[in-house]
Structures are given as structure tokens and as C-alpha cells.
């Protein structure tokens, strides 16, 4: 082989070294959840559909505008987190399910990627947005999890939107308690990850927990690194499903490890964990994940998961049942 030809395979071996798999940074990303669950599109209605959709772009819309703004990932999440709490159709805030004794204990959580800081709140039942006592307690005390009526406490001293227990009560979600007194729960919970235009990543998830799940339980999505995590140097999750398996199986984090340690793209890192060892299991739902380069994945291994996405290079869509 002579010199040139030898310089040539040297520096083509060089620059297929170099290329990473996922080289192209989007200047902004954004994906949510409205909650996975095994759902058959014959259980609902056209009008349904045309509802969920709609809740799911007016969340996405706000939160694609203020990336646009150059708003930070932090509050783009808790900004998008609070629009799903607020809509009755979404297990999270208004609109959550019951405990089995007949009481809306709400869980959430918050984490800003760019410090590793995380605040969450879990079993409250007396404040309005439940995302926004999580970035309380993120910011201003020096804890990461408060829990029940030390969280309300601790909300009202600081100025948080407390609400009557009953604003919780939906007439739905009474029957669905109901029925499931009966017969097994189906999912639901909120999420939202975001990229924004510095660079930094966040997560935040809110829920009502589990249908008819004991009073006093506690799921997933207050404890970092099982369903909410976020991470800089990696990504930011957001979970839904059955959270007993999303706890043991650290899942958020456990996504973000196999960037970190094994250099898996996002959408390698969730589908191992959803599809693999969730899936092996009967930890039955799904994840919205963002990476450091705005690339975005959406991995269940239920039959469905509200769901919408958006980055600066114009991919977006909304979506509810998998294709
Ligand atoms: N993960 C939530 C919990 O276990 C519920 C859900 O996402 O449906 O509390």
C-alpha cells in the first residue's frame, strides 16, 4: 500500500471514530405525558380522542413558545406540568384519582439538570398544583422530599395556591374509584422534559398515584431517579406506569446510567429499560425522555401514552395510542 493510501485508510478510520451517534444538537426540545396505560382506541369516543389531543397541543404549545423564548428547561416544565394539573382529564392535580378509602393524595416532583437539584412533594392534598410545592421545596429548603401535611405546612408559608380537598373531587374519577373497588386500576399521572436554548435539561412529573391505590402510599414520581430524573451530561425522564416496578427499578436514572456508563443513544437507553426489564416484569407503562443533543424518545410498553413532542428542527406531533 503505498503512503497516500495509507494516510487516506488513517484518516477515514479516524473520522468514523469521531462520529458519534447522535451528532446534531437541536437548539430547543420538549416532550410531555398526560399517563400509559393499556387502552383499546374502541373505549373512547371521537370526542375523546379530539379532547385528550387537544389538552396535549395546548400543553405542548405553551411550553414550545416558551422555549422559543429562551425560557429556562426548569420553568418550561413546571410551566407545562402545571397546564396538565389543571385539566381535568389528566390524573394529576384536578383531576386525580382516589385511594382506595375515598382520598386524593397528590405526588410530584421537579429536578433541574443543570445542578442536579430536585425538590419534590408527596400524599398532599390541599395544594392547587402540586409541580410548584415540588419547585419550592427544590429551591428554597434544604431538602429534596417533604411529605403530607409538613409539605401543606410548608406550601402555605410560602405562598403556594392552597385549595379546599375538595377541589380534587371529579365525578369521573369517583366512578372510576368505584368500579376499580371491583375491578384492577388503569394508569395516569403527568410529565414534561425539556431541552431549552442554554443547553440545560429538567423533569417534572405530577400525579394522583395509583387508582384506588392505600391510603398513604407513596408511588414513583416523587423519588429522584426512579421517575423523575435529569442530568446535563445525559438526559431528563419523565415516568408513567405501575410505580412499585418503576421504584425497583430506578428507572429514570437507571436510563440515564446506560448514557453515561455505555454511551447508549436515548432511545436505546429507554427501550432497554421499557421494553426490557420493565417489560419482563408487570411494571406495565412508559417514559418521555430528552437528551443533551434535543433528542427526544417516547418508549412504552402499554398499548398507549398521551403524548406530545416538539424540537426546533420542526418534528412534533401528539400522539395517544402506539402505532
Ligand atoms: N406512576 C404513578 C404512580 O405509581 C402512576 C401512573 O403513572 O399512572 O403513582
Known amino acids: 500500500m503505498n503512503y497516500t493510501l495509507k494516510l487516506l485508510l488513517l484518516f477515514l478510520i479516524v473520522l468514523s471514530g469521531c462520529q458519534t451517534k447522535e451528532p446534531v444538537k437541536k437548539e430547543w426540545a420538549i416532550a410531555l405525558h398526560g399517563g400509559a396505560g393499556n387502552m383499546d382506541k374502541s373505549q373512547f369516543s371521537e370526542e375523546d380522542i379530539r379532547l385528550y389531543e387537544a389538552g396535549l397541543q395546548q400543553a405542548l404549545d405553551l411550553g414550545k413558545n416558551a422555549l422559543k423564548d429562551g425560557k429556562a428547561a426548569v420553568d418550561v416544565v413546571e410551566l407545562v406540568v402545571q397546564n396538565l394539573e389543571d385539566n381535568p382529564l389528566f390524573n394529576a392535580g384536578k383531576g386525580s384519582v382516589f385511594t382506595n378509602d375515598g382520598r386524593n393524595e397528590l405526588d410530584a416532583a421537579i429536578m433541574d439538570g443543570r445542578n442536579l437539584n430536585a425538590g419534590a412533594v408527596a400524599g398532599v392534598g390541599d395544594i392547587k398544583n402540586p409541580v410548584s410545592a415540588a419547585r419550592l421545596v427544590m429551591e428554597k429548603s434544604p431538602h429534596v422530599l417533604l411529605i ?27 366512578q ?24 440545560n435539561l429538567a423533569a417534572a412529573t405530577s400525579t394522583g398515584g395509583m387508582n384506588n391505590k392505600r391510603y398513604g402510599r407513596v408511588g ?10 435529569a442530568n446535563n451530561n445525559t438526559c431528563a425522564v419523565s415516568a408513567t406506569g405501575h410505580g412499585e416496578f418503576f421504584i425497583r427499578y430506578t428507572v429514570a436514572h437507571d436510563i440515564s446510567a446506560l448514557i453515561e456508563y455505555k454511551g447508549y443513544t436515548i432511545a ?15 411494571g406495565n407503562g412508559g417514559v418521555i425522555g430528552v437528551n443533551k443533543y434535543g433528542n427526544v424518545t417516547l418508549a412504552m410498553n402499554s398499548t398507549g401514552m398521551f403524548r406530545a ?6 418534528d412534533e406531533g401528539v400522539a395517544i395510542f402506539k402505532e
Not at 309 to 314: C, F, L, S, V
Open 176 to 199: 372510576t374509584l368505584q368500579r376499580a373497588l371491583q375491578n384492577a386500576g388503569k394508569n395516569g399521572t403527568v410529565g414534561c422534559v425539556a431541552l431549552d436554548s442554554e443547553g
Open 309 to 314: 413532542w416538539a424540537d426546533a428542527n420542526g
Open 220 to 229: 414513583d414520581v416523587p423519588i429522584i431517579g426512579a421517575g423523575t430524573y
Open 148 to 174: 403530607g401535611k409538613g409539605a401543606s405546612v410548608y406550601a402555605l408559608q410560602n405562598n403556594i395556591e392552597m385549595v379546599d380537598s375538595s377541589y380534587f373531587y371529579t365525578e369521573k374519577r369517583w
Open 268 to 282: 436505546e437507553a429507554a427501550t432497554a429499560v421499557v421494553n426490557g426489564k420493565l417489560s419482563n416484569e408487570a
